[in-house]
């Protein structure tokens, strides 16, 4: 969701409504991702880095994000959508925590479409709280289960295994483990990286980089990216694949 600040100064608005802007966008797109079928949609809304800017400008993407809150909750109640936020929700303030909190669990049964929202994210932190869980559950493992088993090598053998971090406990134990790795990820203002924004799991994903701003994103840009997926869908199996 790159462009917003740039939106507005090309189009000589206040400061401020290119975040308005990107809101909104954010908002079509997701109506366009469910009219088209797109089961899951994952949006990079704020980063950790991002509470370096103005207050001002935090205090103004915290406000949309409680606004974007409320409508999805509307939505909610009409349409099976599943709300995920994933992100260090502690950095949040009390009130958007748990706003956050409660339509995570007034639309957890859904699962037709999912909306994943980013937020106080970055994969760096990602990575790190998913080694720190993991630590945190082998510890506890070691503990309370460990001490229990008796003095048999071949038990001991398994209990090493046990005792070791992972894949598959790094993956679950991530803020993303909440929705499949992504097909697609989708850069605006021309920008030809990541900026954090989920490296391990986007290793096998095509990388469309448009140079529209975000808020100027529309259906037909979506459809484009869509269309060139499916035509390089086999390579990107394969490629799943020899990761399995």
């Not at 009219?35 to 103004?60: C, H, M, W």
């Not at 037909?220 to 869908?233: E, G, R, S, T």
Request: hydrophobic fraction near 35%; proline fraction near 2%; include cysteine.
């Amino acid at each position: 969701m790159d462009g917003n600040r740039r939106y507005a100064k090309k189009k000589l608005l206040e400061e401020g409504a290119g975040h308005d802007a990107g809101a909104m966008a954010l908002l079509n797109l997701i109506i366009y991702c469910y009219e088209l079928g797109v089961k899951y949609i994952t949006a990079y809304a704020f980063s950790i880095d991002n509470f370096r800017r103005k207050p001002s400008e935090v205090q103004k993407v915290m406000d949309l994000l409680k606004e974007c809150m409320t409508v999805l909750a509307k939505i909610a109640k009409h349409h099976p959508i599943k709300v995920n936020f994933a992100g260090n929700l502690e950095l949040l303030n009390a009130e958007l925590r748990d706003e956050a909190r409660k339509l995570m669990g007034a639309t957890a049964e859904y699962s037709k479409f999912v909306v994943t929202i980013c937020v106080c994210y970055c994969c760096t932190d990602d990575i790190v709280h998913s080694v720190e869980e993991s630590c945190r559950e082998k510890r506890y493992y070691h503990s309370y289960i460990g001490d229990s088993h008796d003095d048999d090598k071949d038990d001991d053998d398994k209990d090493d295994e046990r005792h070791m971090i992972n894949l598959v406990d790094i993956e679950k134990n991530m803020y993303m483990a909440v929705t499949p790795d992504p097909d697609i990820l989708i850069r605006t203002g021309n920008k030809q990286r990541l900026s954090n924004f989920l490296q391990w799991q986007t290793c096998h994903s095509l990388l469309a980089s448009l140079s529209t701003d975000w808020p100027e994103i529309g259906v037909w840009h979506l459809v484009k990216v869509v269309i060139d997926f499916q035509q390089n869908y086999d390579y990107f199996v394969r490629k799943r694949l020899q990761r399995l």
